[in-house]
């Protein structure tokens, strides 16, 4: 069960490509590292797999930032302005 969890985290979360120094930090990274595997199994409204999870979170971003970009773009009236309000 351990494995599993390593190689998602390592595949799907990046686990293995920060350097963190400071043991506050490490703390903080590690329950994040916990956390997120969770949102994945449960944060949609419905338990599934973290593969199922993992890719309808991202759906989800990918969709909210096309809103935001979509908003972003309607309250702009030339690019600089759009620009302005999306970054």
């Known amino acids: 069960m351990a494995d ?3 190689r998602q985290c390592k595949n799907k979360l990046a686990l293995d490509s920060y350097q963190i120094r400071s043991a506050q930090g490490i703390r903080r990274y590690w329950l994040l590292m ?3 595997p969770c949102m994945c199994v449960a944060g949609t409204g419905e338990f599934c797999s973290f593969e199922k999870g ?3 979170i991202g759906s989800i971003i990918q969709t909210e930032k096309y809103q935001y970009l979509f908003r972003c773009a309607k309250e702009s009236n030339d690019f600089d302005a759009f620009m302005k309000l999306a970054g």
């Open 54 to 56: 993992y890719h309808r």
């Open 4 to 6: 599993i969890f390593f």
């Open 34 to 36: 916990s956390m997120a």
